[in-house]
């Protein structure tokens, strides 16, 4: 886990304390996209509501990071969240 990633898993955690979320994970799922092609999110997340999140933390954007993530978004019932940091707030985008 990176930097960003050990804030972001701060905050999860603060979010699970207050009962805004039952669980958070990091790197607890591979997903496979195509033969030979997989993508494994940041996060794992069940939200309040027993929901299925996979959050992505980026502090920017490589192009094959994109297309995994618009990809699985496309296979995959979950809900997807691209979250990025900017000044200390974290900026959560919902596929």
């Known amino acids: 886990m990176n930097q960003l990633e050990?804030?972001?898993?701060?905050?999860?955690?603060r979010q699970r304390l207050a009962g805004d979320i039952r669980l958070w994970m990091f790197e607890a799922v591979k997903l496979i996209l195509a033969p030979s092609t997989t993508y494994m999110p940041d996060f794992l997340v069940i939200n309040s509501e027993c929901q299925v999140?996979?959050?992505?933390?980026?502090?920017?954007?490589?192009d094959d990071a994109r297309v995994k993530i618009k990809v699985a978004n496309n296979i995959f019932p979950f809900i997807f969240k691209i979250v990025r940091e900017v000044k200390k707030q974290w900026l959560i985008e919902i596929l």
Request: glycine share 12%.
């Open 6 to 13: 050990g804030r972001y898993a701060d905050f999860l955690e």
């Open 53 to 62: 999140e996979f959050h992505e933390v980026k502090g920017f954007w490589r």
